[in-house]
């Protein structure tokens, strides 16, 4: 068996773990009310982009293999998909993917962002593969637009720029991802 098939198969299954783990600690934390939604959400938004730097580990030498960094984005689209559509007689008063990647519990909501960040995930992964533009939406994506709202609306309350938007909040998106594309492109373009 081509040893790059089994790295990369490997490394794809530890990464899709991992986003469980990462849904089941903001469950518990969620519950516990140790913190509110919308950071809850930014820290999943940030958390899932993160696990986007395992591309550096991926054995490039594999062919096709390597496209298997998309599985747990293909897996958590799916679950978004059947999540949104799914009904149940017995309703679960908790359900971990609909508390934390939404923001008033309406499964309608995973069809927005959750399933727009996977596709992303899913294009900067196929197509943008360790490329700079893949690097450049990666980093805005996770960290400037993850940290963008926590900080704006911490902070931002004063310097109001459009609607709900500050000043803040724009700042750190463009700083922080900054930062984010940095790393990115450190760690996943060989040019």
């Not at 990369?8 to 939604?37: C, G, Q, W």
């Not at 897996?75 to 993917?97: A, G, M, N, R």
Request: include cysteine.
């Amino acid at each position: 068996m081509n040893s790059a098939l089994v790295q990369n198969t490997i490394l794809s299954l530890v990464t899709t773990s991992l986003t469980f783990a990462v849904v089941f600690l903001l469950n518990h934390l969620n519950k516990t009310k140790s913190i509110t939604n919308e950071v809850l959400r930014k820290m999943l938004h940030i958390g899932a982009g993160t696990l986007y730097l395992a591309i550096y580990f991926y054995n490039d030498h594999g062919q096709f293999s390597k496209y298997l960094n998309i599985f747990p984005n293909l897996l958590w689209i799916c679950i978004l998909i059947w999540k949104s559509q799914y009904y149940s007689s017995t309703h679960h008063p908790h359900d971990p993917v609909l508390d934390i990647m939404t923001r008033n519990q309406h499964k309608s909501e995973l069809l927005y962002g959750p399933l727009f960040f996977n596709s992303v995930v899913v294009i900067c992964g196929t197509i943008f593969y360790k490329t700079m533009p893949g690097s450049l939406i990666m980093g805005l994506l996770t960290w400037g637009d993850g940290l963008a709202a926590v900080i704006g609306v911490r902070y931002g309350s004063q310097r109001k720029i459009y609607g709900s938007k500050s000043l803040d909040g724009l700042l750190t998106f463009f700083i922080v991802g900054r930062m984010g594309l940095t790393t990115l492109k450190v760690l996943t373009v060989h040019d």
